[in-house]
């Protein structure tokens, strides 16, 4: 069965630092899709990035890199050089195109609380 | 500004009311969710809507009652809720595409507590 896997509840740091929130994920297709999304305390959650299994190239954008590695399904993001406004909750997710593929529904994890002290 | 709109923000309602949260988008997207957000537990699906036509339910209890007029308005309808049903209900839209590519977008979501 799918699944993801956001073993980090809560990650606090001091800004500037760099912080890893880390993603495992179950999955019995071998075309699927990997997203990121941010939560900040407004509630909406934000759209990050979307990986496609055949691509494992890491991906950076700004202060945000990705790391996706299927040999140990995961798919993690850093954070460079963190600052305050990071402060949010982030979303791991995962849609199959198999099973998901009528309705790309995402299969989330359990989120990963980040606080980013001045 | 969300290009989800949901209504109310926050809602306060007893066990024996009958409240509805609504969703709106005007961004051409084909298929509408509902999302169940509790506290330390991953978001959990409950409805889908594709092209107006309910493809999923995920086992939701029958005092949730989903409606989907059209391609741009998705409702929950909430009647006789229990306390454990309190959480945030989040609302997102898509556009249906091959393979499971379809990036969601939310709603700022509809905080709802049960007394």
């Known amino acids: 069965a799918q699944k993801v896997t956001q073993a980090q509840t809560e990650i606090s740091v001091v800004e500037k630092e760099d912080v890893t929130l880390d993603c495992v994920y179950e999955t019995r297709d071998t075309t699927y899709y990997l997203f990121w999304y941010k939560q900040p305390p407004s509630g909406e959650l934000v759209f990050l990035i979307r990986r496609n299994s055949f691509d494992e190239q890491n991906e950076i954008s700004g202060r945000y890199s990705w790391n996706f590695q299927k040999s140990t399904s995961s798919f993690n993001f850093t954070i460079t050089a963190s600052q305050v406004v990071d402060s949010a909750v982030y979303f791991c997710?995962?849609?199959?195109?198999?099973?998901?593929?009528?309705?790309?529904?995402?299969?989330f994890g359990t989120g990963t609380l980040l606080a980013v002290q001045p | 500004e969300t290009g989800v709109t949901q209504t109310p923000r926050h809602l306060v309602m007893g066990m024996t009311n009958k409240k509805s949260l609504k969703c709106e988008q005007h961004l051409g997207h084909n298929a509408m969710y509902w999302y169940k957000q509790s506290a330390k537990k991953p978001l959990e699906l409950m409805f889908v809507y594709s092209l107006e036509e309910r493809v999923e339910n995920n086992s939701v209890p029958s005092r949730f009652s989903p409606e989907c007029p059209n391609s741009s308005h998705l409702f929950l309808h909430l009647h006789t809720l229990q306390p454990e049903d309190s959480a945030l209900y989040l609302c997102?839209?898509?556009?249906?595409?091959?393979?499971?590519?379809?990036?969601?977008?939310f709603g700022a979501g509809s905080r709802l507590t049960v007394l």
């Open positions: 997710a995962l849609s199959e195109a198999g099973y998901g593929g009528a309705t790309n529904k995402l299969i």
């Open positions: 997102a839209s898509g556009r249906l595409a091959p393979g499971g590519a379809n990036v969601l977008t």
